[in-house]
T-cell receptor
Framework: DTGVSQDPRHKITKRGQNVTFRCDPI?????LYWYRQTLGQGPEFLTY????????KSRLLSDRFSAERPKGSFSTLEIQRTEQGDSAMYLC?????????????FGPGTRLTVT | QKEVEQNSGPLSVPEGAIASLNCTYS??????FFWYRQYSGKSPELIMF????GDKEDGRFTAQLNKASQYVSLLIRDSQPSDSATYLC?????????????FGTGTRLTVIP
């Protein structure tokens, strides 16, 4: 399978714990995005990388959230001191930045439940 | 004002009919427009994208873009029960200077056999 992959697919954690999610983009894609989706809503943008550079962060990304893409390949999203309001589906997407191509392809997501 | 608006539905159509899904957006400078299909509990799947005014057809799907009126629509011909899903409209807003997408809340489509 050459699509976007995410790990883990499900995560249950207790409030106050730290969690880390991983995303592996489509191999030739140089842009990687993180979104969050709650029930009944569309995905909301969190942050994105072009290669290893984090180019934009949403105001939704509080200081408890940090994302990295150290070698321009896979990315990690860490949430520190989780809160119940962090419960959501965390989606990773990737795209190839070239010409006028803007299509983003999503991975299967990581569903986080904070108890 | 929401940046991307969709009728949340639910929209029900009989099998074989045409389903019409609509979306409006607020930023007149928006550059690119996408339709994603999302089955319950799954992630969004890209089914159509359109960058220029007019129609774009791909199989049973047609995307229509009218930048002057700031709306984009998706037509699904010969609807099948397997088309039952939530359809998300997404827009690349020029104002952000980036390629992150703004999504609507989605329209839930049910195709009745």
């Amino acid at each position: 399978d050459t699509g976007v992959s995410q790990d883990p697919r499900h995560k249950i954690t207790k409030r106050g714990q730290n969690v880390t999610f991983r995303c592996d983009p489509i191999s030739e894609h140089n842009r990687l995005y993180w979104y969050r989706q709650t029930l009944g809503q569309g995905p909301e943008f969190l942050t994105y990388f072009q290669n290893e550079a984090q180019l934009e962060k949403s105001r939704l990304l509080s200081d408890r959230f940090s994302a990295e893409r150290p070698k321009g390949s896979f990315s990690t999203l860490e949430i520190q001191r989780t809160e119940q309001g962090d419960s959501a589906m965390y989606l990773c997407a990737s795209s190839f930045m070239g010409g006028t191509s803007y299509e983003q392809y999503f991975g299967p997501g990581t569903r986080l439940t904070v108890t | 004002q929401k940046e991307v608006e969709q009728n949340s539905g639910p929209l029900s159509v009989p099998e074989g009919a045409i389903a019409s899904l609509n979306c409006t957006y607020s930023d007149r400078g928006s550059q690119s427009f996408f339709w994603y299909r999302q089955y319950s509990g799954k992630s969004p799947e890209l089914i159509m994208f359109i960058y220029s005014n007019g129609d774009k057809e791909d199989g049973r799907f047609t995307a229509q873009l009218n930048k002057a009126s700031q709306y984009v629509s998706l037509l699904i011909r010969d609807s099948q029960p397997s088309d039952s899903a939530t359809y998300l409209c997404a827009v690349n807003m020029a104002l952000t200077g980036a390629n992150n997408l703004f999504f609507g809340t989605g329209t839930r489509l049910t195709v009745i056999p």
